[in-house]
């Protein structure tokens, strides 16, 4: 019998898969109601906190004894990067269930802004990890490893936000369905 007698979804052999678009309910469902999980970035002081978040893990790891300067700047950009990630790219739908699950596929990047490409708050949160990663590039003084662990943790950041990895989807750690 096939797996769709059985409601299940076939999964795919391959790690990396692109999400289905929305059926026209889930789209009717989105439109009903503000999506404020994804409207907060473009209101005041939601630009700010990731300049004050970053410098607040380099004051962090600054008063760590024995963390050297280039150490600092290498964790500050991890924690950063690894944040990032996890809130925008990781988690899909909206922590509050206000919305009746019209998110629930959608990780946050792709709701900000309706996911539209280019707007102001996308390009901002573009540049963030961008202009942070140079900056621990040169104060760790161009060292090849700082650099290339810093290399790694903006590429995994940036990759995703690039229209091209827009609604791909990484399988690694996701339980199939049944």
Request: aromatic share 12%.
């Amino acid at each position: 019998m096939s797996d769709a007698a059985h409601g299940r979804r076939r999964r795919s052999s391959s790690l990396i898969y692109t999400e289905p678009p929305e059926t026209i309910e889930q789209q009717s469902d989105q439109a009903a109601l503000p999506n404020l999980n994804a409207s907060w970035v473009n209101s005041k002081g939601a630009w700010t906190i990731h300049v004050v978040l970053i410098i607040a893990l380099k004051i962090f790891y600054d008063t760590m004894p024995g963390v050297s300067q280039e150490t600092s700047w290498t964790l500050t950009n991890i924690s950063y990067m690894a944040g990032s990630y996890l809130m925008f790219h990781w988690v899909q739908g909206i922590p509050f269930e206000f919305n009746a699950g019209a998110y629930d596929n959608l990780n946050m990047w792709e709701q900000i802004d309706n996911g539209d490409q280019y707007t102001p708050t996308k390009k901002f949160l573009l540049t963030v990890p961008i202009v942070l990663f140079l900056m621990s590039t040169h104060y760790t003084h161009y060292d090849l490893t700082y650099f290339i662990i810093n290399c790694l943790a903006v590429l995994a950041v940036v990759i995703p936000k690039l229209p091209s990895s827009h609604r791909m989807r990484v399988g690694l750690f996701t339980v199939p369905e049944e």
